[in-house]
């Protein structure tokens, strides 16, 4: 069972994670919603289209202009509150890795802290541990927040690594006082990898999922799929689907996604080529 904020998800129940980035240079959206209307209508569409957990990010994952944690607060943490005001079912989530963001965010009623760059601040894990916040443990290959991977390579190859962290990030939460079934694991395609490396982690997935902690996977247009496909940014929607498959198959939980009605659709049918969900209409053969 996973359990983050009020919901619990089973074990065989897909969970879709909006993406609602509140930054001005984000590398998908270009800052459509980095003011508070538009983001706040951007929560409205993804939880109507089946979103479960909303992902709110002040930092763009790339290089860029500098962001202080004093401007990330401010990018964030009233925003949460809002979302929580508006939403008071839905899991609120923050892309982080800076205890002192995670203590605000929390405080403002985030359910989850989504750490993409791999326990980098040892602290956050003891801010969702304080808060009963959930946690995202991610491998990041060791790289510094905001870096781009150079000459990446795994002594033991790159799943022996992500296995060996990202495990390791996640007893250390369970230890601090993180709920256990609120940790999930994620092996952070892009971050610090190749394309060959994020492509070899799509396809060891089981590997994770047989650890027992939850998988999550960003996958939305990463430039893994776009380097596969020699796709640009906007072009990259049916390789991001196909991996999500993939995924899904594999036995990946939750999926932090851009388009929600296109990734509930590819999730809505592995669940029912598993024989997890049934058809939606059964009509054919049967008159």
Known sequence: MLRLGTREFGEDQPVIMAIVNRTPDSFYDRGATFRDEAALA??????????AIVDIGGVKAGPGEEVTVAEEVRRTAGFVAEVRRRHPDVV???DTWRHEVGEAVCEAGA???????GGVDPRLAEVAARHGAGLVCTHAGGARPRTLPRRVAYEDGVMTDILR???????RAAGLGVRRDGILIDPGHDFGKSTRHSLEATRRLDE????????LVSLSHKDFVG???DR???ERLLGTLATTAVSAWLGARVYRVHEVAETRQVLDMVASIRGHRPPAVARRGLA
Do not use: H
């Open 42 to 51: 951007r929560v409205e569409q993804v939880v109507a289209e089946g979103a």
């Open 92 to 94: 609120i989530s923050v």
């Open 111 to 117: 359910d989850l802290l989504n750490d993409a760059w």
């Open 165 to 171: 962290v990202t495990t390791g990030l996640a007893e």
């Open 208 to 215: 994770m999922a047989a650890t027992g902690w939850p998988v």
């Open 227 to 229: 380097e596969t496909l």
């Open 232 to 234: 640009p940014v906007k």
